[in-house]
């Protein structure tokens, strides 16, 4: 395997007249690597992953995806990468089979490669219904999984994946997952935005943006163990807890960090003396327990909370 990074960003900046979208972002992902892109709408994502395709150069800074750059011409990184965005991009009112012949013309694939490498993807996503059905009759889940076929169509060193799964059911997000690690296992390099942090949970690393800015970079466990360094803690109220009893209770003293989890609560302790001196009165309202602070927990402390 190469040492050589197959995704490298240095110094990146994207600027929109005053307005900056991407603020000096640097990272790298290795090749095979399953990369998760985390942030809140607006957070830079889906501006930087457009830099990364070849679509938009960067104001300042320097990019490299799979060995290529801008330095190397127009199209240099778009022959590397596939792509799939977050809104469906294929035609319901073609079969797959026309979906297919009209991104293979695109990109002036050789007719025997292109079809030895879509019957190849037709297998990869288990796909038994033909290439004659039509696009617009297939399931959420089916249509995102013919999708990743497209995008891997050219055989690409990197796949971008913006938010692949968003309205797919469960059973379809978890058939998706198992797509993608066979993709990565198969030495290729999966960038993935997400909402679902079930899902960026799967990845190897995890990049969180806010405003432009990369701010945290660690493996899933990584994250949570340098975002909450103090003991995180689960809260399930004894009552009705009323919305002044609740907004006391997000600024008390005991805690760092609180926030609602579903009908409960999670909660991080401000420190050992605080907690010690609170928590016999806090039992007083709540059933509590120790718990590991989830990847949720770590998106709203980093992410939302600092917003």
Same mark, same amino acid.
């Given at each position: 395997?190469?040492?050589?990074?197959?995704?490298?960003?240095?110094?990146?900046?994207?600027?929109?007249?005053?307005?900056?979208?991407?603020?000096?972002?640097?990272?790298?992902?290795?090749?095979?690597?399953?990369?998760?892109?985390?942030?809140?709408?607006?957070?830079?994502?889906?501006?930087?992953?457009?830099?990364?395709?070849?679509?938009?150069?960067?104001?300042?800074?320097?990019?490299?995806?799979?060995?290529?750059?801008?330095?190397?011409?127009?199209?240099?990184?778009?022959?590397?990468?596939?792509?799939?965005?977050?809104?469906?991009?294929?035609?319901?009112?073609?079969?797959?089979?026309?979906?297919? /012949?009209?991104? $293979?013309? &695109?990109? *002036?694939?050789?007719?025997?490669?292109?079809?030895?490498?879509? #019957?190849? @993807?037709?297998? =990869?996503?288990?796909?038994?219904?033909?290439?004659?059905?039509?696009?617009?009759?297939?399931?959420?889940?089916?249509?995102?999984?013919?999708?990743?076929?497209?995008?891997?169509?050219?055989?690409?060193?990197?796949?971008?994946?913006?938010?692949?799964?968003?309205?797919?059911?469960?059973?379809?997000?978890?058939?998706?997952?198992?797509?993608?690690?066979?993709?990565?296992?198969?030495?290729?390099?999966?960038?993935?935005?997400?909402?679902?942090?079930?899902?960026?949970?799967?990845?190897?690393?995890?990049?969180?943006?806010?405003?432009?800015?990369?701010?945290?970079? /660690?493996?899933? $466990?990584? &994250?949570? *163990?340098?975002?909450?360094?103090?003991?995180?803690?689960?809260? #399930?109220? @004894?009552?009705? =807890?009323?919305?002044?009893?609740?907004?006391?209770?997000?600024?008390?003293?005991?805690?760092?960090?609180?926030?609602?989890?579903?009908?409960?609560?999670?909660?991080?302790?401000?420190?050992?003396?605080?907690?010690?001196?609170?928590?016999?009165?806090?039992?007083?309202?709540?059933?509590?327990?120790?718990?590991?602070?989830?990847?949720?927990?770590?998106?709203?402390?980093?992410?939302?909370?600092?917003?």
């Amino acid at each position: 395997m190469s040492a050589e990074p197959a995704v490298e960003a240095r110094g990146l900046s994207v600027r929109y007249g005053d307005f900056t979208a991407v603020d000096r972002v640097s990272f790298s992902v290795a090749r095979g690597e399953i990369f998760g892109f985390l942030g809140a709408n607006g957070a830079g994502k889906t501006t930087t992953i457009r830099v990364l395709c070849g679509l938009l150069p960067p104001t300042e800074g320097a990019v490299r995806v799979a060995g290529r750059s801008y330095a190397d011409g127009e199209r240099a990184i778009k022959e590397k990468v596939g792509y799939m965005s977050q809104k469906f991009t294929l035609y319901n009112d073609l079969t797959i089979g026309e979906n297919l /012949d009209f991104i $293979a013309s &695109l990109r *002036k694939l050789e007719p025997s490669y292109y079809a030895r490498r879509r #019957d190849e @993807l037709m297998e =990869l996503i288990s796909f038994k219904k033909g290439l004659g059905e039509k696009v617009g009759a297939l399931s959420g889940g089916t249509k995102q999984q013919v999708s990743l076929a497209a995008a891997l169509l050219h055989d690409p060193e990197v796949v971008f994946l913006d938010e692949p799964t968003a309205g797919v059911t469960p059973a379809g997000r978890d058939r998706f997952w198992k797509l993608i690690r066979r993709v990565a296992g198969s030495g290729k390099t999966v960038f993935v935005t997400t909402h679902y942090m079930d899902e960026a949970e799967q990845c190897g690393r995890i990049a969180l943006m806010r405003s432009g800015k990369l701010v945290a970079m /660690d493996s899933p $466990a990584g &994250l949570k *163990k340098s975002v909450f360094p103090e003991p995180v803690f689960e809260f #399930d109220p @004894l009552g009705t =807890l009323s919305f002044a009893a609740l907004a006391a209770f997000e600024s008390h003293q005991a805690f760092s960090f609180f926030e609602p989890y579903g009908p409960r609560f999670h909660a991080a302790a401000a420190g050992p003396e605080a907690w010690a001196r609170w928590r016999p009165e806090l039992e007083k309202t709540f059933r509590i327990r120790e718990i590991a602070p989830s990847l949720e927990d770590v998106f709203i402390r980093v992410v939302e909370s600092a917003a």
